[in-house]
């Protein structure tokens, strides 16, 4: 019995949601499929650029450092890279008589530029990176980039600054 | 009641599926980048620097030996998977921590933090002689683990505010343990 009646109350309840109901559904009958399609878009382009900001990497190799593989430069087919404490950049170019010419201060927006030309002048040319142990990271991989960029042959090793670096940086201004 | 019911039913004739469809695609996005999350937690997190990059090489998927430089000077060295640190570091998340400059401590020994957070991990505290030989511990494990199939690819994730001396000694220790192929981790610049 009292199965029997509870039965019922759910009939009385539903028959009053109909009612209530039954205006409003008549006109609900929205295609979803442009929404879906435009959605699906949406995915797909957020998706796309979070793939593109996932880090990339920047290979270095350096020299193995053994007997064999000891490769004689001529001096003058050096270039040192010499970056201050303070992030200046200068570049001297050593000369045939073991000297080096004077450091120039190279801007980091004409690193590349000026990379280029002094390849052009001489194909050969072996950069020898000096950094200051002060120097932030940022910029040592704003030179890389700008190496990696250039259109010249990436000959590159990098070489701890020692007591005449620190000099000859002083003396161009820091 | 019966014309109630043949007057109602046909507007709501909605098709679902292709609701659920894009629920499903929405839910297997947030669920990957919520796994992304979780995973860099448990990391030391820097600011990358920036880097144009015209070779484009993406991060390797597996079998990185991640060392993290933070601007505090201090080198993280950690690896993707939980038996090789198990082995070398006595902890499946065990993390080891190299300061190069022995005249000052490693912020994690001073603050227990790294930068403004806590790490949630066993921090192994090594010298010089310490990293070079977990370094190699690391390979030689994974080497062991996969029938020397695997190796690592040795990855510098630095901060863009560390010091070049860091990566000079870096440098230097990798060159030690005959590791001359490694590569720095950049974001893409715009350019």
């Known amino acids: 019995m009292a199965g029997g009646g509870g039965f019922e109350a759910a009939e009385s309840y539903n028959k009053r949601q109909k009612k209530y109901q039954r205006g409003k559904k008549l006109g609900v009958r929205i295609d979803m499929t442009p929404m879906v399609d435009v959605i699906m878009l949406l995915l797909t382009f957020f998706m796309l650029t979070t793939t593109l900001a996932t880090p990339q990497v920047m290979q270095i190799n350096l020299p193995k450092g053994e007997e064999e593989d000891v490769v004689k430069v001529e001096a003058n087919n050096v270039l040192y890279v010499r970056v201050s404490k303070l992030g200046n950049i200068y570049f001297s170019q050593g000369t045939a008589d073991n000297q080096e010419t004077a450091p120039e201060n190279i801007n980091i927006q004409n690193l590349r530029s000026e990379l280029e030309a002094r390849h052009r002048a001489n194909p050969n040319l072996m950069m020898l990176l000096k950094f200051d142990r002060g120097m932030k990271y940022n910029l040592m991989v704003d030179i890389l980039d700008e190496i990696n960029r250039a259109e010249i042959d990436k000959r590159y090793t990098f070489m701890p600054m020692e007591g005449l670096d620190f000099e000859i940086v002083e003396r161009a201004g820091g | ?191």
């Open chain 2, 1 to 191: 009641m019966g014309k109630s019911r043949s007057t109602k039913k046909p507007g709501i004739n909605i098709d679902m599926t292709p609701l659920v469809d894009v629920i499903m695609l929405l839910l297997t996005f947030f669920m990957l980048t919520a796994t992304f999350k979780a995973a860099e937690s448990e990391l030391v997190e820097v600011t990358l620097p920036q880097s144009v990059n015209t070779d484009s090489t993406r991060l390797p998927e597996q079998d990185i030996l991640t060392l993290t430089l933070t601007p505090a000077g201090d080198i993280w060295v950690d690896v993707d998977s939980y038996e090789v640190r198990k082995e070398v570091f006595g902890d499946a998340f065990g993390i080891g921590l190299y300061h190069p400059d022995s005249t000052s401590k490693s912020e994690f020994e001073l603050t227990g933090k790294v930068g403004d957070k806590a790490l949630n991990r066993t921090v192994l505290l090594l010298d010089k002689e310490g990293f070079e030989k977990v370094i190699n511990d690391l390979r030689i494990a994974l080497k062991n683990m996969s029938d020397n199939a695997r190796d690592y690819k040795i990855v510098i994730k630095g901060d863009k505010e560390s010091n070049y001396g860091v990566v000079e000694d870096l440098m230097t220790s990798l060159k030690a343990t005959k590791n001359t192929r490694f590569a720095l981790v950049t974001d893409l610049k715009s350019d």
